[in-house]
């Protein structure tokens, strides 16, 4: 079993669609989550970092944890076709550096 | 502007040499890390670094070298022993593990 888990997808949605993107993880000492998103020939750029379970917001992000079940969720509202990219999540903790998914990628079409 | 500055951002080279990818920050990041990245595969570590000269390996090391003296550069020696060195290379850093990671732009290697 890979640490991190996530569909490769791709995701298609319409315009305005609320996106939910998943990931679940295997090592139980993580603590910090992070989503990256990452736009075709470019770095990833880092979205959201969450410590421990629950919710955060950022607009029309959210991040959700649930450490009892090892899962990761990110929704998006109101897609956009700007949002169209490849979502990756990384969770880390402890002495551990952060571990990436494979990645999501997300079609918003108008 | 604070970041990551990869360079260059194409790279190509013949099979049989070897190639250094640069990469600078000035974020003051004690942690600096490179990725390789192969289509449908993710990101996958090939070395980071917590402190100028010393680096550990990451997953797939087995053909590349890095060298750390300066903390605001952490160069990428793709060596001719790497089998299928053709890919796209992230440099990142980092505040102390397990911080985020900052990512640069990334340099796309390819060699023929």
């Known amino acids: 079993q890979k640490e991190v888990e996530q569909d490769p997808g791709p995701l298609s949605v319409p315009e305005g669609a609320i996106v939910s993107l998943n990931c679940t993880y295997s090592?139980?000492?993580?603590?910090?989550f992070m989503w990256y998103r990452q736009y075709s020939r470019k770095g990833p750029e880092l979205l959201m970092y969450?410590?421990?379970?629950g919710n955060k917001e950022d607009g029309r992000f959210t991040a959700q944890v649930d450490k009892s079940s090892k899962y990761i969720s990110l929704f998006i509202r109101d897609s956009q076709p700007s949002d169209s990219a490849t979502y990756l999540c990384a969770p880390a903790g402890g002495s551990y550096i952060p571990t990436f998914g494979r990645g999501t990628s997300l079609i918003v079409h108008p | 502007d604070g970041g990551i500055t990869q360079s260059p951002k194409y790279l190509f080279r013949k099979e049989g040499q070897n190639v250094t990818l640069s990469c600078e920050q000035n974020?003051?990041?004690?942690?600096m890390y490179w990725y390789r990245q192969d289509p449908g595969q993710g990101l996958r570590l090939i070395y980071y670094?917590?402190?100028?000269?010393?680096?550990q390996k990451g997953d797939i090391a087995e053909g590349y070298s890095v060298s750390r003296e300066k903390k605001e550069s952490f160069p990428l020696t793709v060596t001719s022993a790497q089998k299928n060195p053709t890919a796209f290379y992230l440099c990142?850093?980092?505040?102390?593990?397990?911080?985020?990671?900052?990512f640069g732009n990334g340099t796309r290697l390819t060699v023929t």
């Open positions: 974020l003051n990041h004690d942690a």
């Open positions: 969450t410590y421990s379970s």
């Open positions: 990142a850093s980092s505040a102390p593990i397990p911080s985020p990671l900052h």
């Open positions: 670094s917590q402190i100028v000269n010393d680096f």
């Open positions: 090592n139980s000492a993580f603590q910090y």
